[in-house]
């Protein structure tokens, strides 16, 4: 398939070029730190920040793009579910 766009150098404003679904564990990364999370089933998501701090996101909704860089999903307490890590 061609791409007009493969000269082109990608950048953080670029379109997100690789998703992956998200493994939710409470201790092992992810294997590439996100630019965004999509997330398919709503409720909360504990996240680590590409930074180190932790963070909860409370009432996601089914259907919402975090615009967040994070390395690791916590399982515990994360009931939001479908959980695709674009990157």
Request: with cysteine; net charge neutral; hydrophobic share 45%.
């Amino acid at each position: 398939m061609a791409d007009a766009f493969s000269t082109f150098s990608p950048d953080l404003s670029s379109p997100c070029m690789n998703a992956e679904a998200v493994t939710k564990h409470d201790s092992n990364n992810m294997a590439q730190t996100s630019r965004a999370l999509f997330v398919g089933g709503a409720g909360n998501i504990v996240a680590v920040m590409a930074g180190g701090t932790t963070v909860t996101f409370t009432g996601v909704v089914a259907g919402s793009i975090l615009p967040i860089r994070v390395t690791r999903v916590n399982s515990t307490n994360t009931t939001a579910t479908n959980i695709v890590s674009i990157y």
